[in-house]
Nanobody, 117 residues
Framework: QVQLVESGGGLVQPGGTLRLSCAAS????????MGWYRQAPGKQRELVAS??????????NIADSVKGRFTVSRDNAKNMVYLQMNSLKLEDTAVYYC????????WGQGTQVTVSS
């Protein structure tokens, strides 16, 4: 059974930083592309960053809306994927989720990121 547990969210001022973590289980992690998604109030869930599997070189793709501010990384030994968020903006406020890329039906509880002054 796939399990995804996100952590690291919180309240931060504009321009601040956060690092989100995701612990994955129930998948062959190093062979699975992973993604970070977010859903803001009243909006559809969107993909913000993805990282390919180890055999595919762990290449990353970052959405234009966060490019230059967010980076994604993975630790295959720990089955963890991370999202480093710098220079946060008000519009980054959302619940952030990790999942495979493309996503599976099962989602974790997400972690709330609130950017506010």
């Amino acid at each position: 059974q796939v399990q995804l547990v996100e952590s690291g969210g919180g309240l931060v001022q504009p321009g601040g930083t956060l690092r989100l973590s995701c612990a994955a289980s129930g998948i062959i992690f190093s062979f699975t592309a992973m993604g970070w998604y977010r859903q803001a109030p009243g909006k559809q869930r969107e993909l913000v960053a993805s990282i390919a599997s180890r055999p595919s070189g762990s290449t990353t793709n970052i959405a234009d809306s966060v490019k230059g501010r967010f980076t994604v990384s993975r630790d295959n030994a720990k089955n963890m994927v991370y999202l480093q968020m710098n220079s946060l903006k008000l519009e980054d406020t959302a619940v952030y989720y990790c999942n495979t890329a493309p996503p599976r039906q099962m989602w974790g509880q997400g972690t709330q990121v609130t950017v506010s002054s």
